[in-house]
């Protein structure tokens, strides 16, 4: 066994066209770490609708230029049988280690392939890429990121010609043709061929985010603005001063690219601490709003002033704030959200005359609703501009929270007082996540298998109504991963992380509200809810 190991290791390394990577595994072998092997020849990195993510490194089971030259080969196959063999395919990335050499394979192996590939000039927000697709008429994209992971990994998303990700079955058929790559031998990587993009679709873009804001808005709001160490500050910058908003303060030890985020834990605006020198800066400065984008800048994080102090709004705040800010502008067409995103946003919808559509959880689901006028996920994810960017787009949606703040401040009001407004109307929608980060995968494989066969009939004290199990699908939704129980006056949804090893489980709870008065009281009724679904959560899955 330890031979075939050591075997495949080495036929591994003699096809590795990366000096990193080879140095690395040369190194193992001749250690003969076959623990440390095992763990990176034990299978493939698989390819799904998130397309890859994992840790850098040599060997099938690590994000490296073997597994993207294997990748990009597949789609090209992939295109070509779909009948896009002299189709354009537009490649981006981020600042990640080895993302700028990633979209150069790529960009080399379509060109072997015939079709005709273009790389965007730098590193740029993945919201970029994804406008870019059909604003070139590409028939497939491809952004390296891996969004908001750790340091250590790295990422390739893929695009199929309408701008959206890749969804089943394409995920499976190009799965099926990056596993019949046999060697690297057999893919044609040409020096040069492809074309290097200047400025022209950036600033196409740029025009086009003017479009998500009312002509005679005020553009009065101020802002403190942490691009988290990723791509996001200039393009930001780009939009705030073509929109007339005062220029953002910058967070300076976040504002430029590096990939070892230096100064976060986990560079996520929701992780704890992430936001700690945002909070320092808006302290130092006093503006109407914090506004943070992840890495990739395709998610957007908004903060308000909180008493004395500055406060982080959930995702689920920010999607409703922004359902109302476009209500009340007049916006039509259909709002839909992911099903673990809050409730909050179906009553906006309906109480505006509007359709709403769930979807399952990722934007590759949301964009693909007919007629989206609006989507949003609780994951810090908005898509203001449906006709423009088929997916979340953390810049747009920067600029659409700062009109509303502008709005706002113009009545004497701010963002706390507008969700005030939303939980006297429709009630307080509260929401939590209890999310478990493991080692070993099985412990979520295990979880999931507790309470399938174990369900709860009450958590919190409240009687478990309804207990789904969404692998057979509904009437509504495919099947997928998950498990959803609706309660007495709460609702609580559990799944796997499709791009992190974690266990999520998304908890809301409503609390009629009379008036303004009931609010202090409703909310400590939603916090003693929402710690108890925690717990007994907790309880009944294992973990």
């Known amino acids: 066994m330890q031979d075939d190991l050591i075997a495949r290791a080495k036929a591994w390394l003699a096809e ?3 000096a990193d990577t080879r ?8 250690a003969e770490d076959h623990a ?15 397309g890859l993510r994992g840790e850098l490194g040599a060997g099938p089971m690590r994000m490296n230029r073997s597994v993207v030259i294997r990748a990009a080969a597949g789609l090209a196959a992939y295109l070509k049988k779909n009948g896009h063999g002299d189709g354009l395919v537009v490649i981006g990335y981020d600042a990640r280690h080895k993302s700028a050499d990633f979209a150069r394979d790529t960009a080399a192996v379509m060109t072997g392939a015939g079709l005709r590939a273009a790389v965007l000039p730098r590193p740029l927000p993945t919201p970029v890429l994804a406008f870019a697709i059909r604003h070139l008429g590409a028939v497939a994209g491809v952004e390296v990121t891996a969004s908001h992971n750790p340091p250590r990994d790295n990422g390739y998303k893929v695009y199929l010609g309408d701008g959206s990700q890749i969804v089943p079955p394409a995920d499976a058929e190009i799965a099926d043709e990056i596993a019949a790559v046999a060697s690297l031998t057999t893919v044609p990587r040409p020096t040069e061929g492809w074309e290097t993009l200047d400025d022209t679709v950036l600033d196409a873009y740029l025009a086009r985010t003017d479009a998500v804001l009312a002509e005679d808005s005020p553009r009065t709001a ?9 791509v996001g500050k200039d393009v930001l910058l780009a939009a705030f001063a073509r929109a007339g908003f005062p220029a953002p303060d910058l967070v300076a030890e976040q504002a430029d690219p590096d990939p070892e985020f230096p100064t976060v834990a986990f560079p996520n605006p929701e992780e704890p601490g992430a936001m700690d020198l945002a909070f320092a800066k808006a302290r130092e400065t006093g503006p109407d709003l914090v506004i943070a984008n992840d890495p990739d800048a395709d998610r957007c994080a908004a903060a308000v002033r909180d008493g004395d102090d500055w406060r982080m709004l959930r995702g689920d705040e920010v999607g409703a704030l922004l359902a109302a800010h476009l209500v009340r502008r007049g916006a039509t067409g259909t709002f839909a959200e992911s099903i673990v995103s809050s409730s909050l946003l179906g009553r906006i ?5 509007l359709p709403h559509e769930e979807t399952l959880t990722g934007f590759k689901w949301i964009a693909r609703i007919e007629g989206l006028r609006y989507g949003y996920e609780e994951a810090l994810g908005y898509c203001v501009d449906p006709d423009g960017v088929r997916d979340k787009d953390g810049i747009t949606a920067a600029l659409l929270l700062a009109e509303l703040a502008s709005v706002l401040k113009a009545e004497g009001r701010g963002l706390p007082d507008l969700l005030d407004d939303l939980a006297v109307e429709h009630g307080l929608h509260a929401t939590d996540q209890l999310a478990v980060r493991v080692q070993d995968l099985s412990r979520i494989a295990a979880a999931m298998r507790r309470l399938r066969e174990q369900p709860p009939a009450e958590l919190a004290g409240l009687r478990v109504t309804d207990a789904e199990d969404l692998t057979r699908g509904t009437d509504r939704l495919p099947p997928t991963d998950g498990l959803r129980y609706t309660l007495d006056g709460a ?25 303004r008065s009931d609010l202090p009281a409703a909310r400590a009724t939603a916090t003693e809810l929402l710690t108890a679904l925690k717990r007994d959560l907790a309880r009944a899955a294992g973990i």
């Open 16 to 18: 590795d066209p990366d």
């Open 36 to 50: 440390e092997l095992a763990a990176r020849f034990g299978g493939t990195l698989q390819f799904g609708t998130a």
């Open 23 to 30: 140095e690395e595994l040369a190194r193992l072998i001749d």
């Open 349 to 353: 919808a309906e109480k505006a005359g």
């Open 491 to 515: 609702r609580v949804i559990v799944r796997p992380s499709g791009t992190e090893p974690k266990l999520k489980c998304y908890l809301e709870v409503v609390v009629p509200v009379a008036a």
């Open 222 to 230: 101020r802002t403190v603005y942490t691009a988290m160490h990723g």
